[in-house]
């Protein structure tokens, strides 16, 4: 079980809302799951390599050529609100 | 004609022989998806104007039909990849009116090859969950018995291709999402080499373990799916660039040829716990594979069993960052009347996410906090790495290794829902191929007394899908066809 | 406090955000480009839609490995790139990829010369890769995001905390930028914010040593108000210690139009970033060959062609390094010096009249009226006494007003300096005649009134006269 505390801390990291039955939902799932996965500690891994999950043959790199995307447009109609075409948030910013 | 129980071999055999035509093909099931859906809710979107103009549009190559390998194959898409035009929600309604912006690299080759888009199925939300009950829309049914879950979280595909709906189904699969509801749903589920298909364009859930990849009705329909969907296409840093196999061309006479003597891997202290007819039906599929000729060979895979805990702290550490982006900002759902930017913030995302998906989420943000990171994700990778270690040395000793793809058939639904790590335990035959990042293919073993599917998981060496297919297709020859499944059935759909 | 420096010492630690000179952005294919209307620069990976991932810019990469040869870093063969985690409208993925723990460069140093001929070596802790935020602008009635921006390629430079005063600081800045606009690495523009600075300032006791707490400055938006922040902030914090108060470690703006440092309203409440590796790229190879290829490659640096001024040119440091500061400038002044053939006086005349008329109507050495050509032409009149100094003067006003060549404006103004002893001895014996009393005046011992008769010659001959040579023929006159 994880107090209170600790549950607002990282809902406040995620920027989560939760109500009030959620917290106490959360400090029992999130304890139950913390709990259970302690058993990793028991493991000697001072030695392991690095994880590597990414192929050797992979090419992460591009040249430098712009390609303009096929309609910007597109990007802003999922917007919730926009103006001009920018982005727009309402007055929540100082 | 009922076109719901045809596979891709017999529709490509079919449209050859002018028998019948890609249009004819996607409108008999367009009507079957509206007459008998709304039972299974497996699609989250149809749009049918659209589905029937890309038929015609490949009927209009129908003289190229031998240079498109998937000609007029109509294919459902799980909502979590993005198809221009199509909404992709994710099953969420933090995603509600999302409408994608450009389509998938492997959506984009299956159309290059000839496809047709059918629509798009439900999902657990952002794919976490086992069971589609996490869906922010609705759960789905199993099309063997509607009282049951599908599996998940590609649920929506799994019961569209097990209704008949579709021929095939693209899943994405992090940490069993394709073979698992492959499996309750009686069907052949691949989840790739990690690195053999581009992520491109899949909403992300787990960035170094997501693979998306085909669910369908025989192992050579989804060697066909794979072979085009798989590549590099530029867009993705963390794909293969070596030329994917043409794994159809071996999926013959020459396959049984091919997989004698090859060893075949089985854990048996990992079968502890699982289901006994599960467990029945997994030794006379390893019988089977003995009468092909392959060996059966004992392997040790000591720290499987923390497979459950290093994926639950990878995963949820990756999608925490992954669904950062859901800020109600430039895209998805805001909040309608939020006091500050904080307030914008955390209220859209508290309403828009479902519990499981904020439940992953503050798991994942703990395990990469400030004092909680080394612990946490960082000694999770490590035991990653031994976990990936422990594959390396049993495929010294064997080419393939043997197991149930899920402990349990297909549950009812609401049961397991309440306890998530009874939920998670769903995924313990699946996860370990996921962290080691080498493929995975469920093929249908046979039916439990009370016919429901179960599945055999076979894992290859990274990037051997082709012994993967070639073993999966003599067994399933051998096997047998399976007794009624739902897509046979004179309506088409449930049991 | 009246003057804090005598009692305290200031640490200055800088850190600046330069532009890298792509075409596209960092991971997204759009293009890099200043200027544009809101969004029209953007694609679907610098606007973080759900499925897009990040590609690698290759020159971006060229141009960071060119950053670490020219400041002199270790450039490590393997650095990892890694996400870093705050919630602001203009960072659309929630995260910003960047380097934490294992940068491409670590290391390196700048070298610069201060205004009394000392030089300086700033050491550098690190250089690492990451990409831009966009860009919010508040209106009345809510805030508008423009994600152009988002996703260009930044190489972060930190300094170490060793600079130990508002001047150093500055040229720093200078000779930092210079390099990196002399190796096509940055645009160096302070004010369209392709290179931006924050400062570190701290005071200490003289000879303490601990650090003091120090404060972090941003905002500081153009070269001009560099000292001057830091100089304000240095008084603010000497201030305060003085009446007894802690320095609080925080954040301030600077207020260039009140002339003062504000607190920033933090982004985070606390700074946990969550940095981890970003599982979607793969770690950053930088070969051996490619470090050795971009070494071969690299242009002229602003320290070897200093060096080379002040051996070919016999230049002070602090000339030299002024005349380095741009490559353009370098180039300006060569023209000049090679075409003139007098390295000082082209020195005097670029650095002490042209630039300091540039500065005066906000223009750079490459929107200058007067061309190196013409700038050397005039220097080679002044050397062959075609005129005189003070006459050059005049006609560089005229050339930098018009544009025009030295020749051209001598000519028609008549302005050639008259040095024929014939025509300068009538003008002479005609202004001695004209004032006995101030020959009589001379005679009686106040020397001092040669000038007035020099004066006066000038005057006769619009100040065309050869100085030298009036005052010689003045006194020939007065004394035989």
Known sequence: MLSRDEVLKIARLAKLSLTEKEIEFYQQRLGRILTYVEELNALATADTSVVRTIPKDAVAFREDRPMPFSDVRELLKNAPASEADSFLLPQVME | ?495 | MKNPLEKYEVVIGLEVHAQLLTKSKMFSEAPNQFGANPNEMIGPVCSGQPGSLPIINQTAIDLGVRAGVALHCKIHEESVFARKHYFYPDLPKGYQISQYERPYCTGGYVEFALKDGSTRKINLVRIHFEEDAGKSTHASHGTLVDLNRAGVPLIEIVSEPEMRSSEEAGQYLRKLRSILRYANICDGNMEQGNFRCDANVSIRLHGAKEFGTRVELKNINSFRYVEKAIDYEVGRQADALEQGEKIRQETRGWNATKGVSEIMREKEMAHDYRYFPDPDLPPLVISPQLIQKITTEMPELPDAKRVRFIEEYQLSEYNADVLTNSQELADFYERVAKGSGNAKSAANWVMNELLGRLNAVGKEIDDTPVSAENLALLVKNVDSDKISGKIAKTVFDEMFASGKSPDAIIAEKGLVQISDPAALEAVVKKVIEASPSEVAGYKAGKTKLLGFFVGQVMKETKGQANPGLVNDLVKKHLDG
């Open chain 2, 1 to 495: 004609m009922d076109f719901n129980r045809l596979e891709i071999l017999d529709l490509l055999e079919g449209y050859q022989r002018k028998e019948f035509s890609p249009t004819e093909v996607a409108q008999s099931l367009l009507t079957s998806i509206e007459k008998k859906d709304s039972e299974i809710r497996s699609f989250l979107q149809v749009r049918p104007d659209v589905t029937l103009d890309a038929a015609r549009a490949v009927e209009k190559r129908s003289s190229e039909m031998q240079k498109l390998p998937l000609y007029g194959v109509p294919i459902a898409i799980k909502d979590n990849i993005l198809v221009t035009g199509w909404q992709a929600t994710a099953a969420s309604k933090i995603l509600k009116n999302y409408v994608a912006p450009f389509t998938a690299m492997c959506v984009e080759r299956l159309e290059s090859a000839g496809a047709v888009i059918l629509g798009k199925t439900n999902l657990d939300e952002f794919a976490m969950g086992s069971s589609t009950e996490n869906s922010g829309v609705a759960p789905t049914r199993n099309p063997w018995n509607t009282d049951r879950v599908p599996g998940g979280s590609s649920g929506g595909s799994a019961a569209a291709v097990a209704a008949g709906f579709a021929p095939a189904s693209l899943g994405t699969d992090t940490g069993g999402s394709i073979r698992q509801p492959a499996s309750l749903c009686g069907l052949v589920g691949v989840k790739p080499t990690y690195g053999r298909v581009s992520r491109f364009g899949l909403i992300a859930f787990a960035s170094s373990l997501d693979q998306a990849g085909p669910l369908t009705r025989s192992v050579w329909d989804a060697a066909r799916v794979l072979e085009c969907m798989a590549g590099y296409g530029g867009k993705d840093a963390t794909v293969s660039r070596s030329v994917v196999p043409k794994y159809t061309e071996n999926l013959n006479e020459s396959a049984f040829g091919t997989v004698r003597n090859l060893r075949v891997g089985v854990c048996t202290s990992w079968l502890e716990g699982v289901d006994p007819e599960v467990r029945a039906s997994f030794e006379a599929a390893v019988e089977k594979l003995k009468e092909l000729g392959m060996r059966p060979v004992e392997i040790e895979l000591p720290n499987v069993k923390y497979a459950l805990s290093t994926y639950y702290l990878v995963a949820t550490s990756e999608a925490s960052s992954n669904l950062a982006r859901f800020d109600g900002v430039h895209y998805g759902y805001r909040t309608p009347n939020p006091k500050d930017l904080n307030d914008l913030y955390c209220s859209s995302r508290g309403e828009g996410f479902g519990p499981e998906v904020k439940l992953r989420i503050m798991l994942g943000t703990y395990a990469l906090s400030a004092g909680y990171y080394d612990a946490y994700y960082g000694k999770a990778n490590q035991v990653r790495r031994l976990i990936q270690q422990d594959f390396e040395a049993a495929f010294e000793k064997c080419d393939v290794i043997a197991s149930p793809t899920s402990p349990t058939t297909a549950f009812k639904i609401g049961e397991k829902i309440s306890d998530p790590l009874t939920m998670y335990l769903s995924d313990i035959f699946t996860l370990p191929a996921n962290l080691a990042g080498i493929p995975g293919i469920s093929v249908p073993a046979g039916v439990d007394s009370g016919k429901l599917p179960i599945g055999m998981q076979l894992m290859g060496r990274h990037f051997d899908e082709s012994t993967l297919f070639q073993v999966a297709y003599c067994y399933e020859r051998r096997r047998g066809a399976l007794a009624n499944p739902p897509w046979r059935s004179k309506s088409g759909a449930g049991a």
